[in-house]
């Protein structure tokens, strides 16, 4: 009987420790599903940083939530002026020193920032390992920290300070599988709950000269059309969006597909290429956190980008092609 007690131990140690993890896990859950539920539900307004590639931006955002539907505009404060205004309808980017304007529709529901969370909380757990950190002070308010760390070579982590009071993302780390910080922003300062009023939505950098460029308005989401199709993903992404699109400074229509594990998510445009017009670009290539690729398939020209490893632009643009 007595040499039984060590095996009777050892299983209630580990079924202590599946639990508590699951526990953990729950908990982390819940405060993604808070932060999610925080960036479509309150009215805020405030200046927050972004590191990425040795560059520091600043910008300055007014986020308002009416019938549901979010409208924001952001500015920057440093570096070559511009602006972006975002409702649940098109996103407008004003470029002063290029005197330009780009209008883009939306046709997918994005992840309104600074919202960078999870579609499909209960299939995570596969991919990431989800944990709850110490609570820290960011921009003079108590903030949780959420700890996501993937399981494989094919995503980044993440840690997500959120607001305790309200669940505003306050700041956030994009990380690789080194820990190393490749993204970040932060808040320095924030009004959660202030009256935004319709002038402070309104673009300020308009003018008559400026050039407008639009996405043809008649884009079609073409979920049952697919005429490509990626045939090797890594475990738990799957197709999340298809739709065609005329983008602004493009004569040919643009196929464009986006693969998602929940979390991370990656884009691949396929366009038919025009005679004697050379591709803007060929093989590899890195933003920051941002890897793309592109390459030739016959006519056309696919080019795969996501806030992802490279090894997932690879693995997933090397397999595009053809739906028979």
């Given at each position: 009987?007595?040499?039984?007690?060590?095996?009777?131990?050892?299983?209630?140690?580990?079924?202590?420790?599946?639990?508590?993890?699951?526990?953990?896990?729950?908990?982390?859950?819940?405060?993604?599903?808070?932060?999610?539920?925080?960036?479509?539900?309150?009215?805020?307004?405030?200046?927050?940083?972004?590191?990425?590639?040795?560059?520091?931006?600043?910008?300055?955002?007014?986020?308002?939530?009416?019938?549901?539907?979010?409208?924001?505009?952001?500015?920057?404060?440093?570096?070559?002026?511009?602006?972006?205004?975002?409702?649940?309808?098109?996103?407008?980017?004003?470029?002063?020193?290029?005197?330009?304007?780009?209008?883009?529709?939306?046709?997918?529901?994005?992840?309104?920032?600074?919202?960078?969370?999870?579609?499909?909380?209960?299939?995570?757990?596969?991919?990431?390992?989800l944990k709850l950190g110490n609570t820290e002070r960011i921009t003079g308010r108590v903030a949780q920290l959420v700890i996501i760390k993937p399981t494989d070579q094919y995503r980044y982590g993440y840690r997500l300070w959120a607001d305790v009071d309200s669940g505003l993302l306050l700041k956030a780390d994009l990380l690789d599988n080194q820990d190393t910080v490749l993204e970040q922003f932060m808040f320095t300062q924030v009004n959660i709950g202030a009256k935004i009023p319709a002038s402070a939505l309104a673009p300020?950098?308009?003018?008559?000269?400026?050039?407008?460029?639009?996405?043809?308005?008649?884009?079609?989401?073409?979920?049952?059309?697919?005429?490509?199709?990626?045939?090797?993903?890594?475990?738990?992404?799957?197709?999340?969006?298809?739709?065609?699109?005329?983008?602004?400074?493009?004569?040919?229509?643009?196929?464009?597909?986006?693969?998602?594990?929940?979390?991370?998510?990656?884009?691949?445009?396929?366009?038919?290429?025009?005679?004697?017009?050379?591709?803007?670009?060929?093989?590899?290539?890195?933003?920051?956190?941002?890897?793309?690729?592109?390459?030739?398939?016959?006519?056309?020209?696919?080019?795969?980008?996501?806030?992802?490893?490279?090894?997932?632009?690879?693995?997933?643009?090397?397999?595009?092609?053809?739906?028979?």
């Amino acid at each position: 009987m007595i040499s039984r007690l060590p095996d009777r131990s050892a299983f209630i140690f580990l079924g202590l420790f599946v639990c508590s993890t699951a526990m953990a896990a729950d908990a982390a859950h819940e405060w993604l599903m808070k932060i999610n539920h925080a960036a479509r539900a309150l009215d805020y307004e405030g200046i927050f940083v972004y590191q990425h590639d040795k560059q520091l931006e600043t910008m300055q955002i007014f986020h308002k939530v009416e019938n549901h539907s979010s409208r924001e505009r952001l500015m920057s404060l440093n570096g070559a002026p511009r602006e972006i205004v975002r409702d649940a309808n098109e996103v407008r980017c004003y470029w002063p020193d290029k005197n330009s304007v780009m209008v883009e529709y939306r046709k997918a529901e994005g992840k309104a920032f600074p919202s960078i969370l999870p579609e499909r909380l209960q299939d995570l757990d596969e991919y990431y390992t989800l944990k709850l950190g110490n609570t820290e002070r960011i921009t003079g308010r108590v903030a949780q920290l959420v700890i996501i760390k993937p399981t494989d070579q094919y995503r980044y982590g993440y840690r997500l300070w959120a607001d305790v009071d309200s669940g505003l993302l306050l700041k956030a780390d994009l990380l690789d599988n080194q820990d190393t910080v490749l993204e970040q922003f932060m808040f320095t300062q924030v009004n959660i709950g202030a009256k935004i009023p319709a002038s402070a939505l309104a673009p300020g950098m308009t003018g008559k000269s400026m050039v407008w460029y639009r996405e043809d308005s008649d884009t079609r989401n073409i979920p049952d059309k697919a005429g490509w199709s990626a045939s090797q993903l890594p475990k738990g992404f799957r197709l999340s969006a298809h739709m065609t699109r005329r983008l602004p400074m493009r004569k040919q229509p643009v196929e464009h597909l986006v693969y998602t594990d929940g979390l991370a998510a990656v884009s691949v445009f396929i366009e038919k290429q025009e005679k004697g017009v050379k591709p803007f670009m060929q093989g590899p290539s890195r933003m920051g956190a941002v890897h793309a690729m592109s390459a030739q398939s016959g006519d056309y020209q696919i080019t795969t980008v996501g806030e992802v490893p490279a090894a997932s632009v690879a693995f997933i643009g090397g397999s595009v092609s053809p739906v028979k």
